[in-house]
């Protein structure tokens, strides 16, 4: 049984969705979720799932190993990033090679980097006037955004779309196929 570790700093639908699907398969499980808020809502949603959640701080995050050493007591084998916006430290992509995987709500090498998260891609999405947008899943590498991509899907933009409904959009892409990019990557 293969042991993924989530990181999230947000509300976390995307963490809930891939807790219920390995939920339901033999292969893998979600073991914690780790999050750099405390009052993230993303801690209320995997303690009703009965997943273990853990908070760590940036100076644990950056100056410690203290991230590492809970990674490796978890024995994680893949590292997902959903929603979690500080940078990965170089340590962290050493001990753990192809192994931090990010979900990214553009289609990289648009509208990523560091300050695009949230609803500030779906803004730019639509003063660009693009007329597609979608998802992409890719490794994580020291740069915001820049590792080797695994997976994209589209979406279409409507001129009539707001950021919001963009963003709706988008996420269902994401419940759609994150869960089973991570199931292949750990295949
Ligand atoms: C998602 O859109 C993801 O692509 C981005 O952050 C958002 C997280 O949403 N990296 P949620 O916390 O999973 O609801």
Redesign the pocket.
Same mark, same amino acid.
Request: proline letters at 5%; glycine letters at 22%; a negative charge.
């Given at each position: 049984m293969k042991r993924i570790v989530i990181f999230?700093s =947000? &509300? /976390? &639908?995307?963490?809930e969705n891939i807790i219920s699907f390995f939920s339901e398969k033999p292969q893998a499980e979600v073991v914690a979720v780790l999050t750099n808020k405390s009052s993230a809502k993303?801690l209320e949603r995997c303690d009703r799932m009965g997943v273990p959640g853990f908070y760590f701080n940036k100076p644990a995050f950056r100056e410690s190993d203290a991230v590492l050493r809970l990674l490796k007591g978890l024995e994680a084998d893949l590292v997902v990033l959903? =929603?979690f916006l500080w940078k990965v430290p170089c340590y962290l992509i050493e001990a753990f090679p192809n192994k931090i995987i990010n #979900?990214?709500?553009a289609l990289l090498p648009k509208y990523g980097g560091k300050g695009m998260? /949230?609803d500030r891609v779906h803004q730019a999405v639509k003063e660009n006037q693009e007329t597609e947008t979608g #998802?992409t899943i890719h490794y994580v590498n020291e740069n915001y955004d820049e590792g080797a991509i695994i997976f994209q899907a589209k979406t279409k933009v409507d001129p009539s779309d707001t950021p919001e409904t963009i963003a709706q959009k988008?996420?269902q892409l994401?419940y759609e196929h994150f869960p089973k990019v991570i199931e292949k990557v750990l295949s």
């Open positions: 999230a =947000g &509300s /976390g &639908s995307n963490a993303v959903a =929603g #979900i990214h709500p998260y /949230g #998802i988008v996420h994401e």
